[in-house]
């Protein structure tokens, strides 16, 4: 694995910080959720344009974008009692087989 790809699952790790930034500021917290949101979206667009430097757009943007999607919703379901529908999780799972999928085509 290329520094590039450590990049992009930094980006994506530091997009699920922002996305809990909102979930604080939906919640209340607007001060706690703002910082988090602004570290978390501003270091993971960081990341991002460092990832870029060795992975194509199209595949980087979709890992990216994978990953928050992925664990957003596993935080959701873990944390905040969202649905946990049998047909949500065979669903969020294709997302990470075409997250691996990607990789191994890259």
Do not use: N, Q
């Not at 978390?40 to 991002?48: E, K, V």
């Not at 990832?51 to 990953?67: N, S």
């Amino acid at each position: 694995m290329t520094w590039h790809w450590l990049a992009l699952l930094g980006a994506g790790i530091f997009e699920v910080v922002g996305v809990v930034g909102f979930a604080r500021v939906s919640r209340g917290r607007a001060l706690a959720g703002g910082l988090l949101m602004t570290l978390g979206f501003g270091t993971a667009l960081g990341f991002l344009a460092l990832a870029l430097r060795g992975i194509d757009l199209g595949i980087a943007y979709a890992v990216f974008t994978g990953i928050g999607t992925v664990c957003g919703t596993l935080l959701g379901m873990l944390y905040w009692g969202e649905s946990r529908h049998p047909l949500r999780i065979a669903f969020t799972a294709l997302i990470v087989l075409g997250v691996v999928g990607l990789k191994l085509l890259a």
